[in-house]
């Protein structure tokens, strides 16, 4: 059973993982459509990994969650 402040940490950075994911496929498919084409696989991959990489960056903390 996970405790309140693991469940707190999971949902404060799933949700700033999905904004940033969110970001980076707009920014990508933006960019290429204004080139002329979209690769769908490079902007979804490119969205994907900034999400890990979210994950990762919120291990080192949440400002949300410092009054928790």
């Known amino acids: 059973m996970m405790s309140g402040r693991t469940t707190d940490w999971l949902k404060a950075a799933g949700i700033r993982a999905v904004k940033t994911m969110a970001q980076?496929?707009?920014a990508a498919i933006g960019t290429a459509a204004a080139l002329g084409e979209v690769d769908w696989t490079?902007?979804?991959?490119?969205?994907?990994?900034?999400?890990v990489l979210s994950l990762l960056t919120s291990a080192a903390g949440l400002p949300e969650l410092?009054?928790?």
């Open 24 to 26: 980076t496929a707009v």
């Open 42 to 51: 490079i902007a979804m991959s490119s969205a994907i990994l900034a999400g």
């Open 66 to 68: 410092k009054g928790a």
